[in-house]
């Protein structure tokens, strides 16, 4: 198993599919479907080093695209569900005022597991700044990229 692990891991650092890679896992895993980039962005750093930063910045790139996906994603929810109807529960309408009163700086917990990505669409629910949203998103998944691969590198250092 680890022989086959090894193999996969090596083919996706290639310089023909690692960034590329990294690209499409830190896409999809901003989504609401879960899946984590950070193994895959750890994996390409651990087999070739010198891809610190590259690897670091196509993962944050991909992921702040990811978001905006969902924040559009809400926006469109919103409008489809303002047809439908009219009544929320009180809890909803506690954390959509919470968020509210945040604004954009909200996107900075877009990092989070679990919450950040609805997070991106509820912004885009509340019709928040899109461009203010998109600028905290990217610094939050910054953010974690560098801080959690760095302590990967440090955990497991090879």
Known sequence: MEIWLDALLAWLALP?????TVF???FISATLL???SEPVVYGLIRLNPA???PAILVATAGNTLGGMLDWWLGYG????????TKKHSRFHLRALDWLERL???ACLLSWLPLVGDPLCA??????????????YML????????????LLLYVFPG
């Open 103 to 105: 604004g954009p700086k």
């Open 16 to 20: 023909k599919f690692g960034l590329s």
């Open 139 to 150: 610094i939050g998944k910054f953010l974690r990229y560098l801080v959690m691969t760095t």
């Open 34 to 36: 879960p899946l984590g």
């Open 51 to 53: 891809m610190f930063w």
């Open 24 to 26: 499409v896992v830190a």
């Open 77 to 84: 929810a919103h409008q489809a569900t303002d047809r439908l």
């Open 122 to 135: 509820v912004a885009g629910w509340l019709r928040l700044p899109f461009w203010p949203c998109a600028l």
